[in-house]
């Protein structure tokens, strides 16, 4: 078992910026894949980045790069999202996932299907 929280949510105003943290805890191994979701109020969970299990690839969703950056320290098991320039649009439920990639791919997994582990969100709310 993983076991993965998140921090680092909170209000912000429109044009600010946070970042979240997701620690992994448990039974990580060493071939973590760990991405971020949101959900947004009424809508569905949707893919915002990822890292893949080594640290060499990332990937941020294309609506959000430029804005959005994601990072890993594998030596503390823990997954960063950056956001800057943050909209109204951005407020949504945060969620960290990991997927124990064992066929050790090089590119970020983006499906919700592919994460076996899910933190239990972090609130994002931003005012305009």
């Known amino acids: 078992q993983v076991q993965l929280v998140e921090s680092g949510g909170g209000l912000v105003q429109a044009g600010g910026s946070l970042r979240l943290s997701c620690a992994a805890s448990?039974?990580?191994?060493?071939?973590?894949?760990l991405g971020w979701f949101r959900q947004p109020p009424g809508k569905d969970r949707e893919f915002v980045a990822g890292?893949?299990?080594?640290?060499?690839?990332?990937y941020v969703r294309e609506a959000l790069k430029g804005r959005f950056g994601v990072s890993r320290d594998n030596a503390n098991n823990t997954v960063y999202l950056q956001m800057n320039s943050l909209t109204v649009e951005d407020t949504a439920i945060y969620y960290c996932?990991?997927?124990?990639?064992?066929?050790?791919?090089?590119?970020?997994?983006?499906?919700?299907?592919?994460?076996?582990?899910w933190g239990q969100g972090t609130q994002v709310t931003v005012s305009s």
């Open positions: 890292v893949n299990w080594n640290g060499e690839s990332t």
């Open positions: 448990g039974n990580t191994g060493s071939t973590l894949a």
């Open positions: 996932a990991a997927d124990p990639d064992f066929m050790l791919r090089f590119g970020v997994p983006t499906g919700r299907g592919e994460y076996d582990y």
